[in-house]
């Protein structure tokens, strides 16, 4: 059986010059294409247009308005951090409805990889830091309410902890956030997880590491998830233009094989989706989310 890969070239859009690299969704899936170990062993799934009604779990009416009649005040725009356009709020869309399929095959296949999504900055009624809409959430609210998933578990690795979506799932007790992040970043207002882990400027691999190998185990077998959303930010990288760890592409592929590894022993189905990664050379986050995508595939087709 193949490893469907949601995907849409509709992910890329030019927003000019931007330290948010869009055109890494399309340079990745051209390395997937090449490698001859996988190609053969994945396929690319079109994903559907998130429904309103799936939006209207997370996001407020009000703020779902402004996005479609390009109602958003100049602040609203700062706060965002993008250029609004139309093109941008159908990709947010879209992204939600990728993250969605992506759960979805998870709880068929155990794995779902969404090459895009993690978009975790979004609040209910407004966008933050590159993120539009809260496809992490948009999912996970599904999966409860819709699916019959009684618990899911998100576990953020991106560079920045994730804000929105811990203030989104304060009060659920159906869903348990946890980041681990770089404390002295954005956001510089962090609404707490379930549990948080603010590593200091500069933070290595092994340090890393064994706050996942000290948390993650605990938090899935206390918690018991009947899916886990894993957030799979490239931006702990050391070369990461707007990060600070220290994190080398070894030790992040590490990171991925032990995220992926504890979800195959405990037998919980898993969605990936990639976020963040900014590195200065656009080539390392192409390859340290490449990297993320080939594991996955490995650990549970190998």
Do not use: W
Request: net charge negative.
């Amino acid at each position: 059986m193949k490893n469907k890969i949601v995907y849409s070239e509709r992910y890329y859009v030019d927003i000019g010059a931007h330290v948010f690299p869009s055109a890494k969704y399309r340079l990745i899936k051209k390395m997937l294409l090449k490698d001859l170990k996988i190609v053969n062993r994945i396929s690319f799934i079109e994903p559907a247009t998130a429904e309103e009604r799936d939006l209207l779990r997370v996001h407020t009416s009000e703020y779902l308005d402004k996005l479609q009649y390009g109602k958003l005040s100049q602040e609203e725009i700062l706060t965002l951090e993008l250029p609004y356009t139309r093109e941008l709020v159908d990709s947010a869309v879209l992204s939600c409805g990728g993250t969605i399929l992506a759960a979805d095959i998870a709880l068929e296949e155990k794995l779902g990889i969404h090459l895009g999504g993690g978009f975790h900055h979004a609040f209910p009624d407004h966008g933050e830091g590159f993120c539009i809409l809260n496809d992490i959430a948009v999912a996970a609210k599904k999966a409860v309410e819709r699916k019959n998933v009684e618990k899911v578990l998100i576990i953020d690795c991106d560079l920045h902890q994730g804000n929105g979506t811990a203030a989104i799932f304060a009060d659920d007790e159906a869903v348990f956030t946890f980041s681990i992040h770089q404390e002295n970043n954005y956001p510089f207002y962090k609404p707490k997880s379930n549990l948080d882990i603010g590593l200091h400027d500069r933070a290595k691999d092994r340090e890393y590491l064994e706050c996942l190998e000290r948390h993650v185990p605990k938090i899935i077998s206390d918690f018991r998830p009947k899916l886990i959303i894993y957030v799979a930010g490239a931006d702990p990288y050391e070369h990461d233009q707007i990060g600070n760890l220290a994190m080398t592409k070894e030790g992040l592929g590490k990171r991925d094989l032990y995220i992926y590894t504890q979800a195959r022993n405990f037998q919980v189905p898993i969605a990936v989706v990639l976020a963040g990664g900014y590195a200065l050379k656009q080539e390392d986050t192409v390859e340290i989310q490449f990297n993320t995508i080939r594991t996955a595939i490995d650990v549970f087709n190998g």
